[in-house]
Structures are given as C-alpha cells and as structure tokens.
C-alpha cells in the first residue's frame, strides 16, 4: 500500500512542476505585446539549450534498453528503463517549454525554426502520453498497456531525434556538417572567392556597380544567410533581398550609405571572435578582404542597381549554348572531342600527354568497354599485332560485344536512374524497375537523344524513372512523385541538384521552391500547391521548363 501511494504522490508532483514551468508560457501570450518578457521567463528560456540534451540522451538510451526487453518486460532492465523515461519524458516537455519562451524572448523566427518548434512540441505531447502510459502500467500492467508504451517510447524517440536535427540547423547553420566535406560547393566558394577591391576605387560605372553588388551579395549569401535569411530571420534582420537589407533589424538600419562608421553592420563584423555581438557569431568570421569590401560599398553609398536579384551569388557554369562551334581540325585531329580539348590545352599551355604503351591501352579500353580485364593471351595477341589501326580496330570489336558491354553498364545506369530490383514499393506497386528496357536499350546501343524521350516520355517498362517511389503512409511535400520526377531528371539528365529547392530556396545554387514545383507541374496530372519546409502556403504553381532561352 505504500509502495503504491508513494508513486501516486511522485506523479503528482511531476504534474504540479509541468503546470509551473508551463505558467511562463501562458503568461507570455496574455501579456499586451508591447511589453518586455519578465525576466525569470527570459533566464528559463536562455535555459533550453542546456536542458535539451537530457531528453535526446535519456530518451534514445531507454529506447534502446527497451529493444532488449522486447521478449520479457520484466527484464533486469525494467527498473533503469523506467527512471530514464520519467526523466527524460519531463525534460522533453520542459526543453519545449523553454524553446517557446526563448524564441519569443530573443526575437527569432523562420522557415527552420517553425519546424524545430511544431515537431518539438509533438515531441512534447507524445511525452505526456509516455508518462501517462507509464502511470496507467504502474496500475495495470496489461499487454495492450505495455504495446501502447513501446510506440509512444519510439515515436518520441524519432521525434526527439528530428526536433534535435532542426535545432542543430538552427544553431550550426543547414550545411554545418557537409560544409567541411571535401568537394562541398559551398566550401570551395569560401576558399576561391578573390575580390579585386582597387577595380572600385575610382568613380562606380553602372557596369562596376553591378559587378559590386555582386561580391557584397556574395559575401552575405556564404556568412550571414544561415540567420539572416527568409529561412531564418535572427533579430529581425534579412540580407538576401534588397528591401529588408536597407530596412535593417529589431534595433534599426545597419546599413548608413555613405558612413561605414556609423553602420552596424561594420561595427558588428569587425568585433573580435568571442564578442557577444560579433557578427557572423558562428562559424568562420569575415577575412579582412570581404570586410574592406562591405566597407568600401557603404562608402561608395552602397549602390544596388536593379536587377541585381538576377545575378547568381554562387559559382555556377555559364550556360553553354546548344551546338557549339566545332574548332577547326589541326595536329591531324578530327574528333570533335579531341578537337575541344587540343582547343583547351593551346588556351591554356598544356602539352598533350605521351600516349600510353599497347599494354595500358588495352587495359583500359577492357575496363571501361566490358568492366573486365583482358587475359594474358589476348595481351599478347595485341602486342604482336602490326596493323597500324590496331586500337581502333580492337575496340570496334568489344563495343561489338553487345551483352557484355550491357551487363557491364547496366550497373552504372541503375545507380544513375534509381533503379533497382528488390526493395520497398514492389509489393504494392508503389515503384516499378526498368531493367528490361535499360538492358535492351544499352545492347542496342540506342541513341541518346531516343534514350532520353523514352524515359521522359515513358512506356510502360520505362516509367519507373519518372514515376519514382510512391511511398507509404505519411510523405513528405518534397517526396511527392512529381517532385521526384523534377529531382531526377534534374540531376540525371541537367546535372542539377533540385532536392534543396524542392523543400525551399536552395542554399547552394539559385534555384528557387516556386520554379522547382513549376517544373514538376509538367509532370503532374493536375496543378500543384507550393508547399515550403512541409507547409502548404496557398499558391498554386505556374508551368514552366527550367531554361526556357534553350527549351528545357
């Protein structure tokens, strides 16, 4: 009897102390909105990210204790398990309780930081439930009870995991991560970004102003946009469109044309790191060139000419044009490939390679034809053979191997084109393979330009490219078929990366969320609705190809 009264009166408590850290929050929505947040609200809110950690820990821990009592819930386990979900339950609803009041004290808002808080709160409901359950088995300990704890234990275990996934964006940045990655885009940005300050000191030309704006825009895209973008919108202040960057922030304008010394923004960018107000305040801070730069654009009364916004603040390749000009045959050369390449090394200094001895030669051709190597007798063959076209002659013959060359390529077309034999869909026709039409494809050697429209314009053994996965249950905007049909054929067939665009506008490259769901609209049976970071925002999208100057 004691033994039962004690928990009652330990699950009480824990009721009355949710009850107190929730009173903050309620607080907050019924004070006039003019008025400043009481302090012991604002000090409970600067509490969250420390009080944050202690569900992610207790709660993944318990979850992972309880795979190992699936077969025996009375397990050795059961007394650890027990005390981590009420402390990790408890701090689940206090870090979403000190999230709230953090985000309305400090002035924080954005695409990113409406996803930390709408699954944090979920994760936050599903912690009541896991403490009631665990109350209602304290009193009867049925299997129905046991199998609804279990869910609701992994459920908030996923949810734990996301909302912290989002919070570590909110903190670090989107790309804190993959931005170290050797090869990452946005790091070779960073590392190659040389800015000639001299070409601005004279009087600006509309052409040099233009050519300005585009390395300060630059400048803000690779520090500032991680808070001060419509992703994520710190004090109040954007820099990735003209209006909000003169507009300034929840203290006022940082930018004073033609007074670097009264602007914010240099006072903030030129504090040491540590500052409590240096800014960025994560990651690298500015080099002394791009801080000279923004410097001399405010002195220069800090122009920015109309279309501006159409410049890219990325790296990106030019657009080539359709059917470049052929160079004109010399070095006795006349494949146009080699032709663009001896055009490239006379541009600039480069010696054409020595060719490679009969042996190397065979080898690779063996390699990249058939995926095999030759044997000994065929090296010999080789060696000894005299005509004078002899490579070309044994290479016509292995691309005259038609199953072979198949067998070898299908692999590499799979990976491309998201192909593969087994695996979720099949079962219920959610996905299709397109290994029969990909192998007759590659044995015949089709065109690529036929190769193309089958897949664009499928038959019924070659819809899986576009078709993509039809999930099951719950799917994200971003995963809708259409979506993946513009996602693949962006990258397989454009060399283009639309899946960040595809859930808002991409942090590596211009594309915007409104022309990713344009494109696909083209392959969807009716209109699509722009949905951004999984809301829906009412907006239909137009139609429209992606380079519509090249008609694709």
């Known amino acids: 009897m004691l033994k039962t009264t004690g928990k ?24 006039p909105a003019e008025s400043s947040p009481f302090w012991l609200w604002t000090f409970l809110g600067r509490l969250h990210p420390m009080v944050v950690h202690f569900p992610i820990a207790l709660l993944l821990f318990a979850a992972a204790l309880e795979i190992f009592s699936l077969k025996n819930y009375q397990s050795k386990f059961r007394p ?25 004290s400090e002035g924080t808002s954005g695409a990113t930081l409406d996803l930390h808080k709408q699954v944090g709160l979920v994760t936050a409901g599903l912690s009541v439930f ?16 046991v199998r609804t704890l279990r869910s609701v234990l992994f459920l908030t275990t996923i949810g734990v995991s996301i909302t912290g996934h989002f919070g570590g964006s909110l903190t670090h940045g989107e790309d804190f991560l993959t931005e170290v990655i050797p090869g990452n885009e946005r790091s070779q940005n960073i590392e190659k970004l040389t800015i000639n300050l001299a070409s601005y000191q004279s009087e600006l030309s509309p052409e040099k102003e233009m050519k300005l704006i585009g390395e300060v825009r630059m400048v803000f895209a690779h520090n500032c946009y991680k808070c001060h973008s419509g992703a994520k919108i710190e004090g109040e202040l954007r820099l990735d469109e003209k209006e909000y960057v003169f507009k300034g922030g929840e203290n006022g304008k940082v930018i004073v044309p033609g007074s670097p010394s009264e ?3 240099i006072r903030r960018i030129n504090l040491k790191k540590g500052h409590k107000e240096v800014m ?16 001399l654009w405010i002195q220069k009364g800090a122009p920015w000419p109309d279309g501006a916004a159409q410049q890219s603040v990325y790296r990106v390749a030019e657009l080539a044009p359709s059917s470049p000009e052929l160079p004109n045959p010399s070095n006795g050369l006349s494949n146009p490939i080699d032709l663009w390449v001896n ?27 058939i995926g095999l190597i030759p044997s000994q007798a065929e090296f010999e063959s080789f060696v000894k053979d005299n005509r004078p076209n002899k490579r070309s002659i044994w290479l016509n013959e292995l691309l005259n191997r038609d199953q072979d060359y198949a067998t070898h390529w299908l692999t590499f077309w799979n990976d491309a084109l998201r192909n593969d034999y087994t695996g979720t869909g099949y079962i219920t026709n959610g996905r299709y393979n397109i290994t029969d039409w990909l192998y007759k494809s590659l044995e015949e050697n089709k065109p690529y330009d036929l190769f193309v429209k089958e897949l664009l314009n499928p038959s019924e053994k070659s819809k899986g490219f576009i078709e993509g996965i039809r999930w099951r249950g719950t799917v994200n905007a971003s995963q809708r078929t259409e979506l993946q049909a513009a996602q693949n054929v962006g990258q397989v067939i454009l060399g283009l990366n639309l899946k960040c665009a595809s859930c808002h506008d991409s942090f590596i490259s211009d594309w915007k969320l409104e022309e990713s769901y344009a494109f696909a609209n083209i392959f969807a049976d009716s209109t699509l609705e722009i949905s951004r970071c999984e809301q829906p925002t009412g907006k239909m999208a ?11």
């Open 343 to 369: 055009q490239y090394f006379n541009q600039h200094g480069i010696n054409w390679p020595e060719e490679v001895s009969d042996r190397v030669y065979l080898r690779r051709i063996y390699l990249d034809v």
């Open 263 to 265: 602007s914010e923004l």
């Open 80 to 104: 650890a398990i027990s005390a981590l979900l009420i402390a990790g339950g408890i701090s689940a609803i206090a870090s979403a309780i000190f999230g709230l009041l953090l985000a309305s």
């Open 130 to 145: 896991l403490l009631f359950y665990l109350y209602r088995i304290h009193k009867n300990r049925s299997k129905s009870n």
């Open 542 to 552: 137009d139609t429209r190809i992606l380079w519509e100057e090249r008609g694709i």
């Open 8 to 31: 009652h009166i330990i699950f009480r408590l824990l009721a009355f102390a949710l009850l107190f850290l929730a009173l903050p929050v309620f607080s907050q929505e019924t004070a």
């Open 280 to 295: 960025p305040a994560k990651g690298t801070l500015l080099n002394d060139q791009e801080k000279a730069l923004l410097e």
